[in-house]
């Protein structure tokens, strides 16, 4: 088993920036893709960005040129630096891990992140 906690998330006014952490523990060897999901009220989580142990990664159309996700020394961390938020990027964010594709099993508790003035 694999556990992730996420942290960083908050209020954050339009414009602004946040960044989020995730900390994979346990059986690490299973896994050698993190990603980050997120889920807005009323809709499905969906992809916002995904790195691989070889470092390739993968953003959401929506959050291109803003968002940027990175490992951490220790390869069980992995960040999501958020820029030029917008009030359409409030979700609860997710980080996930697996290993091959995106949308492994293994899902973090979430973290609010909410852009309002």
């Known amino acids: 088993q694999v556990q992730l906690v996420e942290s960083g998330g908050g209020l954050v006014q339009p414009g602004g920036s946040l960044r989020l952490s995730c900390t994979a523990s346990g059986s690490i060897f299973s896994i050698n893709t993190m990603s980050w999901y997120r889920q807005a009220p009323g809709k499905e989580r969906e992809l916002v960005a995904g790195?691989?142990?070889?470092?390739?990664?993968d953003y959401a159309d929506s959050v291109k040129g803003r968002f940027t996700i990175s490992r951490g020394i220790a390869v069980n961390t992995v960040f999501l630096q958020m820029n030029s938020l917008k009030p359409e990027d409030t979700a609860v964010y997710y980080c996930?891990?697996?290993?091959?594709?995106?949308?492994?099993?293994?899902w973090g508790q979430g973290t609010q992140v909410t852009v309002s003035s």
């Open positions: 790195i691989t142990s070889s470092g390739s990664t």
């Open positions: 996930n891990a697996g290993y091959g594709l995106f949308g492994g099993p293994y």
